[in-house]
């Protein structure tokens, strides 16, 4: 518990805090003679309709505001820290983990693993519930914290214990079983290892995550990511194409046994394989009913399909087309689309869609090889603006933008994985960047230079994969 209170950050305008004249600076120290813990102990405490917070200056001075408000309505303030806590570590050495893999001196902060349930709940993280206790279960059903995105991989507890290198790693069954008969929506995660949790452990994986439903709500499972930074550790062998058209195989099985059991209406293809998957073993992506709604995006499962979906969308509203044609009526515009080699040949198709209607619009799409993290790495979040630089520096000057999907940068900034800034590849290749946001709309907006529609807002995992 942290006596001393929160420190406050910002006072929203004509909020309850700011009316009560809270300042920034300040420190909140309990609710209703509660010590606050975190921000779920905050959020918990000020629901009620009568409450009384212990405010404290920075001089020591303390202040009890006794305040009646709707049960919902927001106090209106931020903390330095959103979680209003420390953010807690991972303990596992995961055979598979990413982090392991960076080369070093890159800034600290890429090097923290964490391994919090309340980052799962606010941030869409996923978390493997071995640093927790049963005080902590207790607290997530009390305070009903949900969705919980668990990092599973095998059911398997002895293997468990070994992929995840951790000996507690096999007990938490039990927690997941006290989460669903709590309640508590849940969503798995599989990072597959070739050889090591595919095949029948696979099986057994689904099947017993399988039992927990309606309460999981789906379960993706993903390619382990290997970098070329893997001296000394566990030897993985990659997926490639017949590898992983047999994991899709074996995923759309179980799609259908599943969704013939009508336990879920709601996700009743519960197990899903991510596009990398469908992208690798050179398929088809699966149609929209398919995804269940899309549950598990940050994972990328889905992320195509639901942008040319959404693009598609876009290109028959007779409102949008109007509001496009007038902004795509003048000259020529030339940009250049770089994204990582695993989503290329779907961006040229929707360059083309969008070359038809606005022919005076020309896009060009060019993959980025990671040279940073290696070949096998293929996503367009993971490279660097080095890269960027490096391979799009014979055309440099050629675009009046260079587009680049948001999921490139630290969030909140313009910062690549390299500390390169945007500003640093504008100046080395003499055209300005164009970040592009969330949604097929915004894609489209982006092509055609026109302004965004919505808030220009991080997305968890990726934007164009």
């Known amino acids: 518990m942290r006596q001393e209170g929160h420190r406050i950050k910002n006072v929203e305008e004509g909020s309850i805090a700011w009316e009560l004249g809270v300042l920034p600076g300040m420190y909140l120290v309990s609710v209703n003679g509660i010590y606050v813990e975190d921000v779920f102990d905050y959020r918990y405490l000020m629901n009620d309709e009568l409450v009384n917070v212990l405010i404290r200056e920075e001089s020591g001075e303390e202040t009890l505001l006794e305040i009646e408000k709707e049960t919902y309505e927001d106090f209106g303030v931020e903390f330095e820290s959103s979680l209003m806590d420390d953010y807690r570590n991972c303990c596992n050495r995961c055979i598979f983990c990413f982090i392991d893999q960076m080369p070093k001196g890159m800034r600290e902060t890429l090097y923290f693993k964490d391994d919090d349930a309340r980052l799962s709940f606010l941030q869409g993280n996923y978390v493997t519930l071995t640093n927790m206790k049963d005080a902590d279960i207790e607290r997530i059903i009390r305070y009903h914290m949900e969705p919980i995105n668990i990092s599973v991989h095998t059911t398997n507890p002895g293997l468990r ?39 029948d452990e696979l099986d057994r994986t689904i099947r017993d995550l399988s039992s927990y439903r309606p309460a999981m709500r789906s379960v993706s499972v993903v390619p382990v990511g290997l970098t070329k930074y893997r001296d000394g550790l566990a030897e993985l062998i990659p997926f490639d194409a ?151 520096r014979p055309d440099a000057g050629t675009a009046d933008e260079l587009l680049l999907p948001v999921s490139m940068l630290r969030s909140g900034e313009k910062v690549f994985l390299d500390d390169l800034t945007t500003e640093d590849v504008e100046r080395e290749l003499s055209m300005p960047v164009r970040i592009t946001w969330t949604g097929g709309e915004e894609f489209v907006r982006a092509c055609l230079g026109m302004d965004s529609a919505v808030p220009q807002e991080r997305q968890v995992y990726e934007s164009w994969e």
């Open 242 to 392: 017949e590898s992983a058209g047999a994991v899709i195989d074996q995923i759309e099985g179980w799609q259908k046994k599943l969704a013939a059991d009508n336990v879920d209406p709601v996700s009743p293809h519960f197990v899903h394989a991510s596009d990398e998957w469908y992208i690798l073993a050179g398929r088809e992506l699966p149609e929209e009913e398919r995804y269940d709604g899309y549950l598990q995006l940050e994972n990328g499962v889905g992320m195509v399909r639901l942008l040319e979906n959404e693009v598609k969308a876009t290109l028959e509203s007779p409102e949008f087309l109007r509001e496009a044609d007038k902004a795509a009526a003048g000259g020529e515009r030339k940009i250049i689309l770089a994204c990582g080699k695993l989503i290329e040949d779907h961006l040229k198709k929707i360059a083309g869609w969008i070359g038809e209607r606005w022919p005076k619009v020309r896009i060009r799409v060019i993959s980025i090889r990671n040279d940073f993290f290696g070949e096998r790495i293929t996503v367009s979040g993971l490279i660097t603006g080095g890269d960027l630089i490096g391979q799009l």
């Open 161 to 199: 214990r070994r992929m995840l290198g951790n000996r507690f790693a096999g007990d938490v069954f039990p927690r997941i079983r006290a989460l669903c008969d709590a309640g508590i929506l849940m969503n798995g995660q599989v990072v597959l290892c070739r050889g090591i949790n595919d095949g």
